[in-house]
């Protein structure tokens, strides 16, 4: 069963728009991940977010984190056609820690 | 340079076949993993090394094994590939720490088996 799973399939926005991405997890973390995939790469990492913070920021990207409804959200501010991914949250398992994936949000951002 | 290396980018094989797909790091992560990414289902995690021969399984081990010698590299062989071992094959790296920590991804192995 899936540990960590974005609430969207799919998003699309327009440039400069912004846009938030949601994620659920099933167990307690001590981190959550927020990562990023372009077409023909792997993912890259956009903001780690540890169980005992709320929010973090990295540019135009914003983290939450609520530990008491597990849930996370990350937001995009001004949105650019680069911005065109799909997004994962990934959470350990507590203890024993393997990463594990939800199945991400395919983003479009359109000019 | 922190870098996650994959070779092959492509490989094409026969049910059967033997696959070694391998991958190396130059960030001395103590740390590495192998994922399968397939449509739909995300990246499944299918084995994690937290060092030289000290490997675990991850959610999809069956019909997959690792091998880790030297800490900068990491195998996946697949012994007699079946025509479900299609998928695009993701190899990453991180520091052990007490929690999370960064995973850094190479740019994936993508497997054909026919």
């Known amino acids: 069963s899936q540990l960590a799973e974005e609430n969207l399939w799919a998003l699309s926005v327009h440039e400069g728009e912004s846009v938030t991405v949601n994620c659920s997890y099933k167990t307690s973390i001590t981190a959550l991940q927020w990562y990023r995939q372009k077409s023909g790469e792997g993912p890259a990492q956009l903001i780690l977010i540890r169980s005992n913070e709320r929010e973090k920021r990295n540019g135009r990207l914003r983290a939450t984190l609520d530990t008491s409804s597990q849930s996370s959200s990350l937001s995009i501010t001004a949105t650019r056609c680069e911005d065109t991914a799909v997004y994962f949250c990934?959470?350990?398992?507590?203890?024993?820690?393997?990463?594990?994936f939800g199945k991400g949000t395919s983003l479009v951002v359109h000019p | 340079d922190m870098k996650v290396t994959q070779m092959p980018r492509y490989l094409i094989k026969r049910m059967g076949e033997n696959v070694l797909l391998e991958c190396g790091q130059d960030m001395s992560h103590e740390t590495m993993y192998w994922y399968r990414q397939d449509p739909g289902l995300g990246l499944q995690l299918i084995y994690i090394?937290?060092?030289?021969?000290?490997?675990s399984e991850g959610d999809i081990p069956k019909g997959y094994r690792v091998s880790r010698k030297k800490r900068e590299h990491f195998s996946l062989i697949l012994d007699s590939a079946k025509t479900n071992q299609t998928s695009v094959y993701f190899c990453a790296s991180s520091f052990a720490g007490p929690s999370a920590e960064t995973l850094y991804f190479g740019s994936g192995t993508r497997l054909t088996v026919l």
């Open positions: 090394s937290y060092d030289v021969d000290s490997n």
């Open positions: 990934a959470t350990d398992s507590g203890g024993n820690y393997k990463p594990t």
